[in-house]
């Protein structure tokens, strides 16, 4: 089972080709749309959406292998991807625009692992996409089916 937490307002921009890639995966992926913290001041906002995802990920997934998406992370090609997630059951965190503290997040849960899809900046909802697309593709692999790679 593959778990995106993302905290986002909305995909409109690509939701159609996102719920594309769920219904592929069906029962084998889960989305959570965590909604934005709303303040005016940051600090405020990293330190409660931080909390927040501790918590559910404390609660809801403690069994988990944990993936924080962040471009200093590891880059991993797919089939290194496949090789990683090892048909383990897992959850992926990607931030909103002041992302979180990641300083508290590993202190707090020491088992996560950073990942990165390069050194550049995306916008959460083409991060999910390219992320829920990477997720087929490795489930693919998986089963010996071809798709490109």
């Known amino acids: 089972m593959f778990v995106i937490l993302s905290i986002s307002d909305s995909d409109k921009h690509f939701s159609s080709a996102i719920q594309e890639y769920v219904k ?19 600090s405020l906002v990293i330190e409660k959406e ?18 924080l998406l962040i471009k200093e992370g590891k880059l991993y ?7 990683v997630l090892k048909q383990k059951d897992s959850v992926f965190i990607i931030g909103w625009p002041y992302w979180v503290d990641e300083e508290k997040i590993k202190k707090e849960i020491p088992s996560i692992k950073e ?9 959460h909802w083409l991060a999910k996409l390219t992320l829920v697309e990477q997720l087929y593709r490795v489930s693919t692999i998986w089963i010996w089916k071809k798709y490109h790679y």
Not at 24 to 38: A, F, H, S, T, V
């Open 24 to 42: 592929r995966l069906g029962k084998d992926i889960k989305i959570e749309n965590l909604k934005p913290y709303k303040a005016d001041n940051h």
């Open 50 to 67: 931080t909390e927040s995802i501790i918590d559910i990920l404390k609660k809801k997934y403690s069994d988990y292998q944990k993936f």
């Open 77 to 83: 090609d797919t089939l290194e991807l496949a090789k």
């Open 115 to 123: 990942i990165s899809f390069g050194a550049i900046t995306l916008p």
